[in-house]
């Protein structure tokens, strides 16, 4: 299973993905994802459903983020070569805070550098989608049930203010700072590694393998929803690998892992 979301003539949709020749396409609209239920309603009481769809590259549409999570929760230093660039102690147990759903930006959105803020940083993440409510999940637990699927994230993040502020709220939750898509697929074997690489301006600045994470998705899992109930469209970004760099006006950063397609998006200050 592969679906994006996207916009065509002003209303949004879900759409069935396909590889066709190693290019994404969107081949059919889909049925909205249960915790959709903006959309849903909006299908009843419109005619917005009723038009007939003609196939279309992926790079074609109008992208929206493919998920409407309820919350975003990341994981903090969950590479080992990553915290060991940054300079801290190996943890010991998963460092987890949030991003607000406000900071969601499309694929192909443009990221704004706030002015308050003298470094912004890419990070390119493996985010997970939630599919199934889930609490107090136990180890060993059959933790497929409750993942939809994966798409890629870009936890942007106001280095400076990370540094200054005692926590991550500001600096991990300005609008744009967490595009994620262009798809959301179940068709990965997280078991084997995912080869994650971040390009900025076509040069690869991240290359690394899910295989080195700290704490596999399973433990997280089990820890977060030890916290607080994941609910279906959730998204679990699952932290970054060494290679983090600032932004500046004009960058493009691009994320990729193969199967899951390319997170493309560029760069502004958000100077009025
Ligand atoms: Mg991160």
Known sequence: MKYCRFSINNQTHYGSVE???????????????AEDMAYRVALEETDAGNFDFAPMPLSAAHLLPPVTPSKIVCVGRNYRAHVRELGNEMPVEPLIFFKPPSSLLAPGGVIRMP????????EGELAVVIGRRARNLKPGAPWRDVVRGFTLANDVTARDLQNKDDQWTRAKGFDTFCPIGP?????????????????????????????????????????????????????????????IAPLSPGDRVEVSIPGLGTLVNTVESDEK
């Open 19 to 33: 590889d066709r020749n190693g290019e994404l396409w969107i081949v059919d609209v889909s049925p909205a994802p």
């Open 115 to 122: 002015a308050v803020s003298e470094r912004v940083d890419f």
């Open 183 to 243: 798809i959301v697929s179940d068709e990965l074997d997280l078991d084997a590694g995912l080869n994650l690489e971040t390009r900025l301006n076509g040069e690869i600045r991240q290359h690394a393998s899910t295989l080195d994470f700290i704490f596999s998705l399973p433990e997280l899992l089990v820890f977060i929803t030890s916290v607080f109930a994941l609910e279906p469209g959730d998204l679990l970004l699952t932290g970054t690998p060494s290679g």
